[in-house]
């Protein structure tokens, strides 16, 4: 499984871009980049899912360079209710588990 | 489809009592995962199942935590004996398919033991 490796924590204020690093350096040619944002008390859901270049959806935009040793989780304009806490996971074809690392809590300042 | 379903959301039991918590995959799913979550460790991988079939168990604590999936639509966790460290919140998740197929997650079941 691709190891992934992301800040801890994040501070931004609300009608800012967060752009979230992360860095996953033994990735597989087959994996896919996925992330997953977590509100408190709820399960994690899922965002976004990329394999190389950019990939936007209505909630964010995934920017992962051509050797794919990182990717960027982008979020424009956040406001309070983009706090929570985000994961990035290399999601792995050939094996099917789901592995949650320690994530990046994001908290918007008013 | 209502998502995935778990219950109860919340329980308190004593330590050593039994406790099995319960979830309702998404109809059509082929993969249900279990997960716990605490502060200190994070969320958790526990087990796995695809088709009904438990594919990856190890995860598990320990023998005291048990999982099965009798049937498409249920699956259940059960520790026997509990124990306060046991105190988490446990997630289950359904996923259609292999590869890049996103995971669905219930609401949780928060266990508390006293």
């Known amino acids: 499984l691709a190891k992934t490796t992301q800040p801890i924590s994040m501070d931004s204020y609300e009608g800012q871009e967060v752009n979230i690093t992360c860095s996953h350096n033994n990735i597989a040619t087959n994996d896919y980049i996925t992330w997953y944002q977590q509100f408190p008390s709820q399960g994690p859901r899922f965002i976004i899912q990329g394999y190389k270049t950019k990939v936007t959806n209505e909630v964010a935009s995934l920017f992962i360079p051509a050797d794919r040793k990182s990717s960027t989780l982008s979020l424009p304009r956040v406001s309070l209710s983009d706090t929570a806490v985000y994961y990035c996971l290399g999601q792995v074809n050939r094996d099917d588990k789901i592995i949650f690392g320690k994530g990046t809590r994001l908290h918007i300042l008013p | 489809d209502a998502g995935v379903i778990q219950s109860p959301r919340h329980e308190v039991t004593e330590m050593g009592q039994e406790v099995t918590l319960r979830c309702k995959p998404i109809s059509g799913h082929d993969y249900l995962f279990w997960y716990r979550q605490t502060m200190m460790r994070g969320l958790e991988l526990l087990i796995y199942?695809?088709?009904?079939?438990?594919?990856?168990d190890s995860g598990m604590p320990e023998d005291r935590f048990s999982a099965k999936m009798p049937n498409a639509s249920f699956s259940t966790l059960k520790i026997q004996p509990s124990e306060p460290r046991d105190s988490a919140v446990y997630f289950c998740a359904s996923r259609q398919r292999q590869g890049r197929a996103e995971a669905f997650f219930g609401q949780g079941t928060r266990l508390t033991v006293v």
């Open positions: 199942f695809n088709n009904n079939v438990p594919i990856d």
